[in-house]
């Protein structure tokens, strides 16, 4: 098997998500076709949505029991041509949205730190608000897995479920929680925020820092002397790592987390 | 396929679960496979333990992942020689032990009121507490689905699921609900525990009344005019519908129902 190694420890920032090295090997068709199987399985049993993605390939398989209508997914399963199911992430509420993405971030940056055999032990949890369609919001539950990684560490396949709420009270906050199934134990928010440090480089938080005071790029390649290009490049890199689609909501998200220099 | 037909409407009571016109057809054994196949699939996913028990067969199919330890289950699959699984009930909150029950028994009188097509919509929550072995308590989550049905409408096989709990807060009760799985919408319990009357007849509520009293079969007997073999047979079935081991457990019960004449 040639598979592209991880960066050596001293690069210190983690890849994006889509980003990782992968690499092909026979056993992967298999490991695949057992993971459909498992999130058909699920659904089958409580009636909710899972949504297996690969990282790899960027597409995503979702499969939808009699919850699904709730959110407009009318097919048992639907191919997505992204690895992020943003069909359903555009009906949840904008602040849950952030607040959800940010909790995965901080869950992929600390299942990134432990060993491929450790990391299907924990799970991340939140209750967000999704769009019932005439102004309203419902809660639902939402759950994140990583299933497969590959053997040089890049997380492969994951499966998120979708499902209604029992708890319905309503609180602010997404009640975010990184847990250990075997042992219930919720892992604390100190423990696994320690990672947000390493998602960006010094040099992308300066970048990011100068866009969120309303820099535009020529403006930042100046006070930088840097060529525009390579702002350019620090640009799409954090958006790719933030993995989001434009530089604003890496703000937004950055800013939230902390990151940003005053 | 000879099934043993339901008893006609006129008969009011819910028969116990384990009492219910079971028949056999070829399809059963598939049917058994593939819900043995869903109940691992989703250890495989969360880590749990889920309980697959066939009430025709009156045993249990058990598979248990990382969090099987925390209930002192250290098979990954376990055959339990009954439909009840009190390795783990006996680790439950007596307290919470009783209104699971209760919730379960409501569960299942509501489910035999639904068509055998709408069952599957419908799943039972609760959050229970298990002996930690130190003298305290962790929370856990639990639920329950009615996964095959017979023709005839018997109720076939279940599947019990126990998984941490993501909520710890210190709450009295075990917050049960059922829940409708297709919307989310959490059914009133006036409206599931409309059933409880039709679970005894009027003649096992009279005779569960005295036993509550105090009196013992002989003293009922001779209170009722009925043989002492005929007390002994109406104790057996409330026991049954009951799903209970003794007459104790069965008038502890009904009292917290509020089935018991005064």
Known sequence: MSCPRMPEKGDHTIPALLDQPFCDDASQLEALEECRRLAQSYV???????????????????YAGGFGKSLHIEKPFTLLPSAFEDCIFHLLHPDDLLERHIL?????????????????????????????GDG???????????LKSHQNGSIWLSLCLYAPATDNSNRAGIDGKIMNQDTGEIIAVEQYSRYDRSLLT??????????AKGLGSKQIAAKLHIALYTVYRHRQNIISKMQVTNATEAVRIAMTMGLLHE
């Open 202 to 211: 010094g040099r992308e938080v300066q970048i990011l820092s100068l866009v």
């Open 104 to 132: 995965e971030l901080r869950y992929f940056a600390m299942q990134k730190e432990l060993p491929v055999t450790e990391r299907t032990k924990f799970s991340c949890h939140c209750r967000v608000r999704v769009s019932n």
């Open 44 to 62: 089958q049993v409580d009636g909710s949505v899972a949504v297996l993605s690969d990282f790899a390939s960027d597409v995503s398989y979702m």
């Open 136 to 146: 309203g919001y419902t809660y639902i539950n939402h759950r994140i897995f990583y």
